[in-house]
T-cell receptor, first 113, second 114 residues
Framework: GDSVTQMEGPVTLSEEAFLTINCTYT??????LFWYVQYPGEGLQLLLK?????DKGSNKGFEATYRKETTSFHLEKGSVQVSDSAVYFC????????????FGGGTRLMVKP | DAGITQSPRYKITETGRQVTLMCHQT?????MFWYRQDLGHGLRLIYY???????DKGEVPDGYVVSRSKTENFPLTLESATRSQTSVYFC?????????????FGSGTRLTVV
């Protein structure tokens, strides 16, 4: 079945550092890929998405490129801020008639001033 | 207001009591979901619903009951609460279009069973 694997956290960075959170997936066909962010005490919010190979999703300075050849969708940001401290979830949708997302386990990011 | 709302935001209940968590969405999304989030386990799907009067089990359904008599509401009931059900519960909804849209989540209910 479909699966999403994220790097274990927590990831601890200093402010203005470069961020990469790795995400790889296993799926048949051509899934859509998502990154969600969960700030402390809140629900998950959609951060960005990509629906086909080589698409780049971007939002709030974060980017992720859908790489079908490596089955990856790594999240990157050039300069993190303290306010980016959150848990990040990678997810996929198989693009079939069902409507189920498969989530990774989440990666906690802590940014220190 | 438009959106997806969960209530209550916080709940403390005693072991053995019945408790119902509410979820309401205003978009007429056909799909709705209940997840629980626990440290070390990420998000785990409890139940989901593809439409009114259609529900199905997820990964961890034991001890929970759902109903969906109206498209906009999807309550989750713990019939006899146990300490292991202490968790943060999230409701989500999704457009029947599925692909490319993802889910919209509520703000969560933090449930403590004492």
């Amino acid at each position: 079945g479909d699966s999403v694997t994220q790097m274990e956290g927590p990831v601890t960075l200093s402010e203005e550092a470069f961020l990469t959170i790795n995400c790889t997936y296993t799926a048949t066909g051509y899934p859509s890929l998502f990154w969600y962010v969960q700030y402390p005490g809140e629900g998950l919010q959609l951060l960005l998405k990509a629906t086909k190979a080589d698409d780049k999703g971007s939002n709030k300075g974060f980017e992720a490129t859908y790489r079908k050849e490596t089955t990856s969708f790594h999240l990157e940001k050039g300069s993190v801020q303290v306010s980016d401290s959150a848990v990040y979830f990678c997810a996929l949708h198989p693009n079939n008639a069902g409507n189920m997302l498969t989530f990774g386990g989440g990666t906690r990011l802590m940014v220190k001033p | 207001d438009a959106g997806i709302t969960q209530s209550p935001r916080y709940k403390i209940t005693e072991t053995g009591r019945q408790v119902t968590l509410m979820c309401h969405q205003t978009w007429s999304h056909s799909y709705m979901f209940w997840y629980r989030q626990d440290l070390g386990h990420g998000l785990r799907l409890i139940y989901y619903s593809a439409a009114a009067d259609i529900t199905d089990k997820g990964e961890v359904p034991d001890g929970y009951v759902v109903s969906r008599s109206k498209t906009e509401n999807f309550p989750l009931t713990l019939e006899s609460a146990t300490r292991s059900q202490t968790s943060v519960y999230f409701c989500a909804s999704s457009n029947a279009g599925g692909a490319g849209y993802g889910y919209t989540f509520g703000s969560g209910t933090r449930l403590t069973v004492v």
